[in-house]
């Protein structure tokens, strides 16, 4: 044993300096002189494969530990998205999410019932809202939006499951929807309807997000869309079959939905436009005269409240449980839309209310041109311009009734006439053929009423009597009718004494005869 170990260690001992130089050579061969070999990056693990958590275990809250008795009395809308033409999204097996879509609402509808609310469904079987005359999607939406509208809900529910549209069937997540630009109630109550899924369906990943969907942009109400699961994942799909998962998705929804109700949320009990002058004064949609002021009461606590008027921001003043605000200055005539949004700090948003009113400008002046400027001289039609304007000279909105006459209006055509103005403006064509030169026609123009009818006590539409607006004129100057031309060679005639004819031409190459004394006739040729 002792000789061979000591051969081993000879020839260990001879080839390691043969290693020493072949590393030292692939060194110096590799790295400039001066500089450490860069560190070679230990290669990274694979990513842990994602795992779909299927959710649908158990539920985490109990129905009977949540306050529900802010359902009694609610108005909830449940759409259930799809039925019949349209399927909506496929499991791998064949399930689809109608069927499972309308499961969940039917059963939601019996918790919601059975606590007080008056529930609403755009469908309670399998079917679409397809006619002979429109057989799209948007028709089928818009008649859902249509009748969830005419229920005038306090809530508006849709209900859907999700498909990957990669085609993944690995994917599985809850999603919550809230109506686009909404930042108020819908936004409330999705927190709350995403947490009941979250915590009961239990499904991760999750998130909210504004979904600017059909049904929603189209609810009057504050709206939600829930996708709690995607019916693409087998596993999903398989749950989804079962009654009493849809009935776990069914209370996660109605605990999240008493849990909003909840809420101590404040209520905007009244919003009108009224006249000022007026203690009396009643809510109005119209104003012929004065300036109306925006007033609301508010029931509940608050803290925050805004208004926007024509999309402007304004901050209106408070008096106890009473809003005001009033323009700097006049209303501009016109349609004017005012927004009012009232909140609580931590507790959420009431149901924000829009006021649609129409301030007409009283009709005091009128002003007329014609166009193009100077036109009329040439005996072409042209046309006048006639604009109807309030005392601070702004136009005056509503339609009214011109006429516009002829006076001295030899060569005018028409020499009467009618037009309607719209928005202040109306406008009027006509031609002046050439006439003497003394004559320049004029046009009158008048305010004769306002076009906008209103209903008398029998039911026919009775005319405003005209408002005194002093009528503007027009003077028309058509050019002078060409002198006729005298024979070959000779001159035109020269004018007579005031009140004579001219000469008439004489034969060719004579001169035209000269002006007799005032008053004559000139001499024939």
Known sequence: MFPASCARMRRAVATAPVAALIVIAAGCATVPQGHAPAPTPAPQPPPPPVTAILGYEAMADSLASVDASGLAGRRIALDPG?????RGALGVHGLTEAEVNLGVALKLRDLLVARGA?????????????TPADSSLKADLTERARLAN??????????????????????????????????????DVAQDVHRGLVRNV?????????????????SDAPGILTESSYITNPGVEERLRLPEKQ???????????????????????????VLARDPAARAETTFV??????EARVTGAFDEASIEIDGAAAAPGRTGDRLAWRPSGSWAPGTHVATLRVRLAGVGAARERRLRFHVSGTPAMLRAATWPEGAGRDGRPFGVRVEIQDALGRPCPDS?????????AGGLAPRDTEITAVDGVGWAYFRARP???DTRPRIRVVLVARAAARTGTDGDPARDDPPAVRPETLTIQPSRPAARPTSEGAAPARPTSEGAAPARPTSEGAAPARPTSEGAAPARP
């Not at 809900?153 to 209900?159: A, H, Q, R, V």
């Not at 809850?174 to 686009?180: A, E, G, P």
């Not at 239990?202 to 504004?210: D, F, L």
């Not at 009214?400 to 001295?408: D, M, N, P, S, T």
């Open 82 to 86: 799809h039925g019949g033409f349209f």
């Open 118 to 130: 008056t529930v609403f469904m755009t469908r309670d079987r399998d079917r679409d809202f397809l």
């Open 400 to 408: 009214a009734r011109v006429r516009l006459r002829g006076v001295r």
């Open 289 to 294: 005269d004065g300036d109306p002021v925006l």
């Open 202 to 218: 239990g499904i991760r990943p999750h998130r909210v997000s504004p979904g600017n969907y059909f049904v929603l942009r189209n």
């Open 150 to 187: 005419a229920f005038a809900p306090d809530l508006f529910l849709s209900i859907h499951h999700n498909a990957d549209a990669g085609g993944a069937h690995d994917v599985n997540e809850t999603q919550t929807y809230y109506k686009l630009g909404d930042s108020g109630p819908s936004l």
């Open 435 to 437: 006439v003497g030169r």
């Open 247 to 273: 009935e776990i998705e069914a209370e996660a929804l109605c605990v999240g939905l008493a849990r909003y109700f909840a809420r101590p949320l404040p209520a905007i009990a009244s919003f009108a436009a």
